[in-house]
């Protein structure tokens, strides 16, 4: 893919220093206040309170106990905020590593995850130094869904046992059919005040959600569940019935156990947890910047995501990564900086040194609800009913990566649903030069007298009000990180954004959906947005990446786009 707006040379001679600047050294030379650090201090509140049941949740589902969980949204937490390339991201537990974690606690134990976790940091670490976050953007966007959905499936099916307070013989199978049949066999022990705990929790978080979106729902189904088992001692099992409790303060730190054969022995552990915390901390960068038109530098964000992993370990933590939802919450809440993923941080480990005794009382199945709420969270069902329409391809690598996810393992989803992402490219690149005979996927140089043209017009190019973008080649994952950066910078400056497909053979989903995101921001600044020379599959590939009215209007030529664009009445700055 080409484009008629050259790059910036600035990042070119960017200094090593200032590639890796972390992002709150960046807010601090802004110039911060009491204002911001108020602001910043509620927001960290806020999170704090979000994080707090599902940092618990997450890591008794990944087979640890629940104050592993809170020593790695701390410590790990703290690092993330303080170290990291992104203004706005809050790192801890992620429900996305529970399949991973648990897995690797069956095999090697809690030692060898909390080893695997450091070894997962020195390969962030070595990612961001040789500045391969650029490349983690390549990955295509069925792939990404499509293992997002399948852990959404594990995480749900590892919540079956305490939802229902099912009791088991001996341990409980971790791949998902052996788990299913063990679970089937005991349905009889289902324990009805279990079931009734786990679905109060889900009905409070699904009702605050509704009626009074700004409380903490997750928080306040577990205090709930809690204070009803302790007042009317339901038989029910709980944080103090199975792990005995948390600590009200942090372990020293230590060093894990290292042997040659340890390390051998975790490896494949420790690069499945690089490979999936480099992804999800650079999705959740990249939807804060959506939501506050800021930019994150992925590689510096790796290099603080590895010292987080680093920093956790050594405190006896589980894999840190970059939350999406918490990040979102981060956002909302009004943060300024940094500083209010540092402060989350310090407000759990408060709330962790004032109500450890009080945490013994939580049921298993209302931390049980939390979780399957988060798994319907996760589970992307708009964007996997989108895919499998899209096209036929799309639907292949999205259902290969999902099964494979669900059914064999978590890496051999992504690596194959990569590599069928690469041949469906190379197949419509193939198809593409065959149908669009007058759209080449690369444009060739020609003699200037092939085809009369009309007369240049510099009008178009200085036009202060609007600005053009020509796309030619084939917008696909590998190019969309390209344009996303290009069109982040020119979106919200103008009056009205023309971007012309005249030359664009084909745009596959990955690509399709940066650029809907990209009109879907521009209209929250009040900047209109045209397409136009789109063909018919083109055009298809867009609407259905949810690229349609209001946020874009589609036009033949782009003088059309650009005659309607200066017609239009001057608009203030919309609300967002």
């Known amino acids: 893919m080409s484009a008629s707006v050259p790059s910036s040379p600035v990042a070119g001679r960017a200094r090593f220093g200032e590639l890796y600047l972390p992002k709150l050294v960046t807010v601090l030379r802004e110039g911060y206040g009491w204002d911001a650090l108020r602001a910043d201090a509620m927001s960290g509140l806020t999170v704090a309170i979000v994080a707090l049941p599902l940092s618990m949740a997450i890591a008794i589902a990944s087979g640890t106990s629940p104050d592993r969980g809170l020593f790695t949204a701390i410590v790990g937490g703290f690092l993330v905020s303080a170290l990291g390339g992104s203004r706005f ?31 997962a940091g020195l390969f962030l670490m070595a990612a961001g130094l040789l500045r391969l976050g650029t490349f983690i953007k390549f990955i295509p966007y069925p792939v990404t869904v499509g293992f997002t959905s399948g852990i959404a499936v594990i995480i749900f099916a590892s919540q079956i046992k305490e939802l229902l307070g099912l009791t088991l013989p001996g341990k409980e199978p971790g791949p998902i059919v052996p788990k299913v049949e063990a679970l089937a066999h005991v349905i009889g022990t289902i324990n009805p005040w279990a ?53 009200s303060v942090l372990p020293s730190p230590a060093i894990p156990a290292l042997s040659l054969a340890k390390v051998e022995a975790v490896l494949p552990d420790a690069l499945a947890f690089a490979l999936l915390g480099a992804i999800e901390s650079l999705l959740s960068a990249v939807v804060a910047d ?8 992925s590689n510096s964000e790796l290099l603080g995501q590895g010292v987080a992993n680093i ?19 981060n956002v ?14 310090l407000f759990l480990l408060l709330f962790m040194v004032l109500a450890a005794p009080l ?26 009913a989108v895919l499998l329409r899209a096209s036929r391809g799309d639907a292949v690598v999205l259902l290969t990566t999902f099964l494979l996810t669900v059914f064999r393992d978590l890496s051999e989803g992504i690596i194959v649903g990569f590599a069928l992402g690469a041949v469906l490219f190379i197949r419509r690149m193939a198809g ?11 444009a060739s140089d020609r003699p200037d007298d092939v085809a009369p043209r009309p007369p240049y017009d510099p009008a178009v190019a200085t036009d202060d009000q609007v600005v053009v973008y020509r796309l030619s080649g084939a917008f696909f994952f590998g190019t969309a990180s390209l344009l996303n950066a290009v069109l982040d910078r020119i979106a919200d400056r103008h009056k009205a954004l023309v971007i012309d497909f005249s030359s664009v053979p084909f745009v596959d989903s990955t690509a399709a ?3 809907a995101a990209i009109a879907r921001k521009a209209g929250r600044h009040a900047v209109r947005v045209y397409f136009t020379g789109t063909t018919a599959a083109v055009r298809r590939t867009l609407l259905l990446a949810g690229a349609r009215r209001p946020a874009v209007r589609y036009r033949r030529l782009i003088e059309d786009a650009v005659a309607e664009a200066h017609a239009v009445p001057e608009e203030g700055p919309a609300r967002v």
Do not use: C
Not at 91 to 111: K, N
């Open 89 to 119: 991201q809050i790192g801890g537990p992620a429900g996305a590593f529970i399949v991973l974690v648990a897995s690797a606690v069956d095999r090697h134990g809690i030692e060898g995850v909390v080893l695997a976790t450091a070894m």
């Open 195 to 247: 079931v009734a705990l786990a679905v109060a929790a889900i009905a409070v978080i699904a009702g605050t959600r509704r009626f009074r979106p700004h409380w903490p729902g997750m928080l306040i189904a577990v205090v709930v569940a809690g204070a009803a088992t302790w007042a009317f001692g339901l038989p029910v099992e709980t944080i103090g019935t199975r792990f005995g409790g948390i600590p």
């Open 290 to 297: 959506g939501m506050t038109g800021r930019r994150h530098r």
């Open 311 to 329: 920093g956790a370990s050594l405190f006896g933590g589980i894999p840190v990564t970059g939350t999406i939802a918490r990040t979102a919450t």
């Open 332 to 345: 909302r809440s009004g943060a300024r900086g940094p500083v209010a993923g540092m402060l989350h941080a």
């Open 359 to 384: 945490a013994s009382y939580i049921p298993l199945a209302a931390l049980a609800g939390v979780l399957a709420v988060v798994a319907w969270n996760m589970a992307e069902k708009e964007e996997f």
């Open 432 to 442: 593409a030069t065959g149908i669009e005979a007058q759209a080449p996927l690369v």
């Open 513 to 515: 959906n940066v650029i």
